[in-house]
């Protein structure tokens, strides 16, 4: 199956910066879209930022100009680069990438939540 490796979460104060990895392996044929999404406690998991294989990015307005999105195909990775964080960027970071195995089917993957913290 495909396994996604997330890196990079932390403790950050008002205004810094993180970046955050995932890479994805196993019976891979394409992912499309790849992605993160986040939750705060007693909240839904929301969408924050996707991209395409070709490159087309979708942002939640929450993090419109903070936020950058972008992958490396060859290695099936993708970033979030976070700038200018604010408290209520706090949650739980997830990973997603909609894969198209080898054998020609589609599943959804998720990894395994990495913690961003935004204190002062």
């Known amino acids: 199956q495909v396994q996604l490796v997330e890196s990079g979460g932390g403790l950050v104060q008002p205004g810094g910066s993180l970046r955050l990895s995932c890479a994805a392996s196993?019976?891979?044929?394409?992912?499309?879209?790849m992605g993160w999404y986040r939750q705060a406690p007693g909240k839904q998991r929301e969408l924050v930022s996707t991209?395409?294989?070709?490159?087309?990015?979708n942002y939640a307005d929450s993090v419109k100009g903070r936020f950058t999105i972008s992958r490396d195909n060859a290695k099936n990775t993708v970033y979030l680069q976070m700038n200018r964080l604010k408290p209520e960027d706090t949650a739980v970071y997830y990973c997603?990438?909609?894969?198209?195995?080898?054998?020609?089917?589609?599943?959804?993957?998720w990894g395994q939540g990495n913690q961003v913290t935004v204190s002062s």
């Open positions: 997603y990438a909609r894969v198209t195995h080898i054998s020609g089917s589609k599943v959804d993957y």
């Open positions: 196993g019976s891979i044929f394409s992912i499309n879209p």
């Open positions: 991209i395409t294989s070709s490159g087309g990015t």
